[in-house]
């Protein structure tokens, strides 16, 4: 089966596309409805009789959909049962080793980071850059370029005693020092992705523990009908909010970890 790569051709021509997405409300003139920025989004899927379904969607720009492939950056290495690959080559169905053991890839998101493109809704605006050693020895093993929706795993004992265990998940632009860990923005596109396997989990990522994409507990149920339906119709391999599963850790930031941890 051949790799599965998505392209930033085209995207990068007109990654943010002025669109109106909402419904005017009984009454209201429709030329008061509110413009938002759309992008164009890569998704490949595992589906139920393992068959892999691959398509492109057009959806607001903005963190809940950026989110779902906003975090690893093309040539990103993610460590499977044969092997490193790079996260562009990895196919639904894939088993990559997580903290509980080998499991397969359920989805896959892409989109096109471009820089100097940018919307007030968008929290795609910039990339952050993990420097080799950036968090210790080995952590990572070389340099790594990821989008706002990756997040680490942070241990700290104090945080034992509050939530029953030692690890929480949080940003990693939060940790940005502007030395080993800085802001960037690159000269050009870069092609961002995110992956979900069947539960939520913990994937080793340059010697750095973090997360597979999740939605988050209560994101999905606050949409309004049509958003919700646009949003659900990224993931062909779920029925259901509720079949995103739960958290494997909870997730916070790092003034609420530092806080704790004094």
Request: net charge neutral; glycine share 10%; charged share 20%.
């Amino acid at each position: 089966m051949a790799s599965l790569r998505f392209s930033a051709s085209g995207a990068t021509k007109a990654p943010l596309l002025p669109v109106r997405y909402d419904t005017p409300t009984s009454g209201q003139d429709p030329a008061r409805r509110s413009v938002s920025v759309m992008r164009k989004y890569e998704v490949s899927a595992l589906l139920p009789d393992l068959s892999i379904t691959q398509k492109s969607h057009v959806a607001p720009a903005t963190p809940l959909f950026e989110e779902t492939a906003g975090a690893f950056a093309r040539g990103t290495l993610i460590q499977t049962v044969r092997g490193a690959v790079a996260i562009e080559d990895l196919l639904p169905g894939d088993f990559i080793e997580t903290a509980r053991g080998p499991a397969p890839v359920m989805w896959i998101g892409s989109t096109t980071y471009v820089p100097g493109v940018a919307d007030d809704g968008s929290g795609l605006t910039r990339l952050t850059r993990v420097t080799a050693d950036g968090f210790g020895l080995g952590r990572p093993m070389t340099d790594l370029l990821l989008g706002p929706a990756a997040r680490m795993t942070l241990r700290r004992e104090r945080l034992r005693s509050i939530l029953g265990q030692d690890a929480v998940l949080a940003p990693v632009r939060e940790y940005e020092d502007g030395d080993r860990i800085f802001s960037v923005e690159p000269g050009g596109s870069v092609q961002l992705y995110h992956l979900m396997l069947q539960q939520h989990a913990v994937i080793r990522v340059g010697g750095i523990e973090m997360d597979t994409y999740h939605p988050g507990k209560a994101l999905v149920p606050t949409l309004g009908h049509n958003l919700r339906a646009l949003y659900l119709s990224m993931f062909p391999n779920i029925e259901h909010p509720s079949d995103f599963g739960e958290l494997s850790l909870p997730r916070t930031n790092r003034e609420v970890i530092d806080s704790l941890s004094r």
